[in-house]
């Protein structure tokens, strides 16, 4: 069964403080490993496309990497407007287009 | 600018009424996608489109209804049958099945009392 879990649920940093948000997957035939951030009462928000393992994307405080059996989005010196829940998804096995999601992790940073 | 644009942004209906929310894209796109979020629970698939006149059950479609007559537009209607429909509900859009990431509109709150 095609399954994708965040961890931690939440995270609190303070300014400055660099951390890693972790997103495990098990899916049969990676096509691709999604990151958005999402801000409360709006949709998520397109981040990264990571396709195979070694990969690695950059934005800003941003970088995403990939393994065989999960991701993780590090976050360098992060500042007060990177408060947000960040979410990974990746595509179902069954070849719909559908997109499995973590339940996501909530990140506050403060001044 | 090309996106999704979902109205309205709050809705608020009384138990037994049935309600329809909107969803267009100007970003001429294939695949369309009603997702649910509820805290705690990430997103969950109700109905997805990948042609104009054809769609498929997601996850938890139970009390929901679709229709793909236009391929700018999917519209999703929350039903009397759905259990528990408060919720955040999320439009999404992709150029084609298996093709890349979705893009979002920013949701309808729908509130049931």
């Known amino acids: 069964e095609d399954q994708v879990t965040q961890s931690p649920e939440a995270l609190r940093l303070q300014e400055g403080e660099s951390s890693s948000l972790n997103c495990s997957y098990t899916?049969?035939?990676?096509?691709?490993l999604f990151w958005y951030r999402q801000d409360p009462g709006k949709g998520p928000e397109f981040l990264f496309t990571?396709?195979?393992a070694g990969e690695e994307k950059e934005k800003e405080r941003l970088k995403a990497t990939l393994t065989k059996k999960e991701s993780f989005l590090h976050i360098t010196a992060p500042k007060p407007e990177d408060s947000a829940t960040y979410l990974c998804?990746?595509?179902?096995?069954?070849?719909?287009?559908?997109?499995?999601f973590g339940q996501g992790t909530t990140l506050q940073v403060k001044p | 600018d090309g996106g999704i644009t979902q109205s309205p942004k709050y809705l608020f209906r009384k138990e037994g009424q049935n309600v329809t929310l909107s969803c267009e894209q100007n970003?001429?796109?294939?695949?369309m996608y009603w997702y649910r979020q509820d805290p705690g629970q990430g997103l969950r698939l109700i109905y997805y489109?990948?042609?104009?006149?054809?769609?498929q059950k997601g996850d938890i479609a139970e009390g929901y209804s679709v229709s793909r007559e236009k391929k700018e537009s999917f519209p999703l209607t929350v039903t009397s049958a759905q259990k528990n429909p408060t919720a955040f509900y999320l439009c999404?859009?992709?150029?084609?099945?298996?093709?890349?990431?979705?893009?979002f509109g920013n949701g309808t709150r729908l509130t049931v009392t």
């Open positions: 998804a990746v595509p179902s096995s069954s070849n719909t287009g559908k997109l499995i």
């Open positions: 990571l396709y195979s």
């Open positions: 899916v049969s035939g990676l096509r691709g």
């Open positions: 999404a859009s992709s150029p084609g099945q298996g093709a890349g990431p979705l893009h």
């Open positions: 970003l001429n796109h294939d695949a």
């Open positions: 489109s990948q042609i104009v006149n054809d769609f």
